[in-house]
């Protein structure tokens, strides 16, 4: 790289649980900038996940939390060139990657529920994480198996 890498700018924590985390998923379902509403949207999904929850000891955040760390892939496969054939190579993910990744994907398969609004969406997907089931665990549980799977190349690593 030609420049040096950019700082890390520091988030500030959410006015409701006090959390930077729920920033930083609040940043990535954000849409043309509307952060009052991405903040809505979330609170609303806690609030339904808050009443659906079976589990009288956890509360919403701390599902959400769970539903997170079960959605986070541990490796990844990056495609790299040797010899004129693409190989897929395992790796390791980074914290930050890992964390950046599982919102991402919650976010995703949400949205793709047919639920009627973008908190039932929402809400629906961290109860279903939580449980180890749901698209965004069934896309980490794929990506895990492709990087087993391309296991013999991993001596290619850069």
Do not use: C
């Amino acid at each position: 790289m030609r420049k040096r890498q950019a700082k890390k700018r520091p988030l500030l924590p959410d006015p409701k649980f006090n959390d930077q985390l729920v920033t930083r998923f609040v940043n990535n379902m954000m849409w043309d900038g509307k952060k009052s509403v991405a903040f809505n949207v979330f609170y609303d999904a806690l609030d339904i996940v808050e009443e659906k929850n079976q589990d009288e000891e956890k509360t919403a955040l701390e599902l959400w939390k769970d539903a997170l760390s079960n959605i986070m892939p541990h490796v990844e496969v990056r495609s790299r060139r040797v010899g004129g054939a693409t190989f897929q190579i395992p790796m390791q993910i980074r914290p930050d990657r890992k964390i950046s990744t599982a919102m991402k994907w919650l976010i995703l398969y949400a949205r793709k529920r047919n639920e009627k609004s973008m908190a039932a969406k929402l809400a629906a997907e961290i109860l279903a994480a939580a449980k180890e089931e749901g698209a965004a665990v069934k896309k980490r549980m794929d990506t895990h198996k492709m990087a087993e799977a391309n296991k013999a190349f991993s001596h290619f690593r850069f």
